[in-house]
Nanobody, 121 residues
Framework: QVQLVESGGGLVQAGGSLRLSCAASGSIFSINAMAWYRQAPGKQRDLVATITSGGSTNYADSVKDRFTISRDNAKNTVYLQMNSLKPEDTAVYYC???????????????WGQGTQVTVSS
């Protein structure tokens, strides 16, 4: 069984910062790409940022220069540092990972349960 557990969400004023964490646990052989998505009420789930196992990153235009994705491969954890937060960043943030559970496993995709980020104006 594999679980992705997010933490670090909360309420913050516009211009503030938050750091999200997502720890993968369970039977894990290797983790490939990890990512953060977000979903605002009544909207689709959108990609925020991705990071490969080698550390290459990619960001949505709306968060470039404000958010930073990073990972600690030894801890199977991905982070999202969010600075200069805006009310439009308010959403549930979800962690996502492509991983193999064993040397002979196929690559499977997993989601966390989400963590709420609310930015007040």
């Amino acid at each position: 069984q594999v679980q992705l557990v997010e933490s670090g969400g909360g309420l913050v004023q516009a211009g503030g910062s938050l750091r999200l964490s997502c720890a993968a646990s369970g039977s894990i052989f290797s983790i490939n790409a990890m990512a953060w998505y977000r979903q605002a009420p009544g909207k689709q789930r959108d990609l925020v940022a991705t990071i490969t196992s080698g550390g290459s990153t990619n960001y949505a235009d709306s968060v470039k220069d404000r958010f930073t994705i990073s990972r600690d491969n030894a801890k199977n954890t991905v982070y999202l540092q969010m600075n200069s937060l805006k009310p439009e960043d308010t959403a549930v943030y979800y962690c996502n990972a492509d991983l193999e559970r064993s040397r002979f496993d196929i690559t499977r995709n997993y989601w966390g349960q989400g963590t709420q980020v609310t930015v007040s104006s």
